[in-house]
């Protein structure tokens, strides 16, 4: 497990098996049992919350990273890796996360500086 990891999740309902995108440091994985993933979903609103996902990372279909439904997330709800995230996208979920966390200081530094 790793940081910017998309794994499936098999979640308490209502949310139940789902991808989810992981956003804590590596090195918690290695000691903690808990980790803060964002939701995958389908439901697109073209907000600055969200980050696209596609074939590219593993997804059979259009979606998105809602980095407003950021969750603490048990290891043993982790079922199976799916892919890891490709690097040009860690700008856009830091930058999400900073909309979600109206984060200005994140908003509006340049994706170079992001990465």
Same mark, same amino acid.
């Given at each position: 497990? %790793?940081?910017y990891e998309i794994w499936w999740a098999e979640l308490p309902q209502p949310?139940? *098996? *789902?991808p989810v995108l992981l956003l804590s440091r590596n090195e918690a994985y290695g000691v903690l049992n808990k980790f803060l993933a964002a939701e995958i979903t389908t439901t697109i609103r073209n907000i600055p919350i969200e980050v696209r996902l596609g074939? =590219? =990372?593993g997804m059979p279909k259009p979606c998105v990273a809602n980095l407003d439904?950021? *969750?603490t997330i048990s290891k043993v709800h982790l079922a199976e890796r799916?892919? %890891?995230l490709?690097?040009?996208k860690v700008a856009s979920v830091k930058?999400?996360?900073g909309y979600a966390l109206h984060w200005d200081e994140l908003i509006d530094i340049p994706d170079v500086l992001l990465v």
């Open positions: 497990m %790793k940081q949310a139940g *098996r *789902r074939s =590219e =990372e439904n950021v *969750r799916i892919s %890891k490709p690097v040009h930058r999400a996360l």
